[in-house]
Structures are given as structure tokens and as C-alpha cells.
């Protein structure tokens, strides 16, 4: 008996189902810090407390840091 077939007996979930459903939630959660993050960044340059250069850097690094997150956490 395979270590698949134990797991799907004993969860009653396929391992490749439970994968991607794990890796979806870390999508959606970075998607989500992402957006977080451009929108208080818009609000503040909006506000007049940092330039636009802050803001877009720090869209940047989230979004680079996704793209990182992202290539690691595959199913």
C-alpha cells in the first residue's frame, strides 16, 4: 500500500487536492497583501506623506516579493 492511497484513506482527501487547495490559500493571501499594500500606498502619496517614488518602490517589493512567494509554493 502506497503512502497515497494511506493518506487518502486517512484525511478521505486526495494529496494532490489538499496541495492545491494550500497553495490557492497562499495566493489569495498574498494577492491580498499586495493589494493592501498599493492601496495605503496610494492614500499616503494621495495625502501628500510620502512621493510617489516611496510608494511605487514599495508596490514593487510586494509585488516582487509575491512573484518570489509565488515560484516556491507550488502544487
Same mark, same amino acid.
Given at each position: 500500500?502506497?503512502?497515497?492511497?494511506?493518506?487518502?484513506?486517512? !484525511? +478521505?482527501?486526495? #494529496?494532490?487536492?489538499? @496541495?492545491?487547495? %494550500?497553495?490557492?490559500?497562499?495566493? $489569495?493571501?498574498?494577492? *491580498?497583501?499586495?493589494?493592501?499594500?498599493?492601496?495605503?500606498?496610494?492614500?499616503?502619496?494621495? !495625502? +501628500?506623506?510620502? #512621493?510617489?517614488?516611496? @510608494?511605487?518602490? %514599495?508596490?514593487?517589493?510586494?509585488? $516582487?516579493?509575491?512573484? *518570489?512567494?509565488?515560484?516556491?509554493?507550488?502544487?
Amino acid at each position: 500500500m502506497s503512502w497515497e492511497s494511506e493518506f487518502q484513506a486517512g !484525511a +478521505g482527501v486526495d #494529496p494532490g487536492a489538499l @496541495a492545491l487547495f %494550500s497553495a490557492s490559500l497562499v495566493a $489569495l493571501a498574498i494577492l *491580498l497583501f499586495v493589494g493592501w499594500v498599493g492601496v495605503t500606498q496610494y492614500q499616503s502619496w494621495r !495625502a +501628500g506623506r510620502q #512621493p510617489a517614488y516611496h @510608494a511605487f518602490r %514599495s508596490l514593487l517589493v510586494a509585488t $516582487l516579493l509575491a512573484m *518570489l512567494i509565488g515560484f516556491y509554493v507550488r502544487p
